[in-house]
């Protein structure tokens, strides 16, 4: 699940940022969660419980710039892709300082502000192929995982395996929190008892999905839809 913060002084422009956002995630079946703020001090009181995939951030509020805001994120959290909402780009230079990967000027437009989002998603997906090593805790300890590894998920009786290549682990997650890690690293619930690595699909035949290893699994008919238009859409993002 990415986690997405807009952190804006003026109402209708978090509404309009969160509008684009939400159509645009629903064309393309991202799953996300959208957390608003209109201050920069409620802000940073929930950034030191909750990191941020997608940080925007207005640039010129008064009661602390969005300069000093990516400071203070780059101190929690140095993976956040920070994206600056301004009327002016006379900021850029001080961006570069903090890493802000764009900026989108106001008022937003929805087709341009589209492809900058698509842009930014591709940044994130690149980003985190880069460092797809998650730790899961198991029943044989702490293990760090290549996510590039794995083939699926399944939940059975309150046990969790992630499978493997060559070796299976239970997991101390349950396959909704899994869900929630996975969801955009390219893994798709294709079953309330399943999660596959989109990677590893060979084909989907009727109710199953044929992984590349011969491995099938489980698909709903009421997610079979969504899984489809998921496999696609996932594909269409890439290009």
């Given amino acids: 699940m990415i986690k997405i913060a807009i952190c804006d002084e003026n109402i209708q422009d978090r509404q ?29 009181e929930q950034l030191k419980e909750d990191p941020y995939h997608i940080v925007f951030l207005d640039v010129d509020m008064k009661e602390c710039s969005g300069i000093e805001l990516a400071r203070q994120v780059r101190v929690c959290n140095r993976q956040a892709t920070l994206i600056f909402v301004t009327h ?21 437009d929805a087709e341009t502000f589209n492809l900058n989002l698509k842009d930014i998603y591709k940044h994130l997906e690149t980003h985190y192929s880069k460092n797809n090593i998650y730790i899961f805790p198991t029943t044989q300890g702490s293990v760090k995982l290549d996510l590039s590894h794995i083939l699926y998920v399944e939940s059975n009786h309150r046990k969790t395996t ?28 294709t ?14 035949k009727n109710s ?4 590349e290893d011969g491995t099938s699994v489980f698909l709903s008919k009421y997610k079979q839809k969504a899984v489809r238009e998921r496999l696609s859409k996932s594909l269409e993002i890439r290009m």
């Fill in 208 to 211: 199953e999905v044929i992984l």
């Fill in 88 to 108: 002016t780009k006379e900021y850029a230079l001080m961006g570069y300082k903090v890493h802000v990967y764009d900026y989108l000027l106001k008022p937003l």
């Fill in 162 to 189: 992630i499978h493997l290549e060559d070796h299976d682990y239970i997991c101390h997650y349950n396959i909704n929190k899994l869900e929630e890690m996975l969801a955009f690293e390219g893994f798709i619930r």
């Fill in 16 to 44: 309009t940022l969160k509008c684009y956002i939400k159509n645009f995630n629903q064309k393309y079946e991202i799953p996300a969660q959208i957390y608003e703020y209109e201050s920069g001090k409620s802000f940073l």
């Fill in 191 to 204: 079953h309330r008892s399943f999660i596959v690595n989109s990677k590893k699909v060979k084909e989907i």
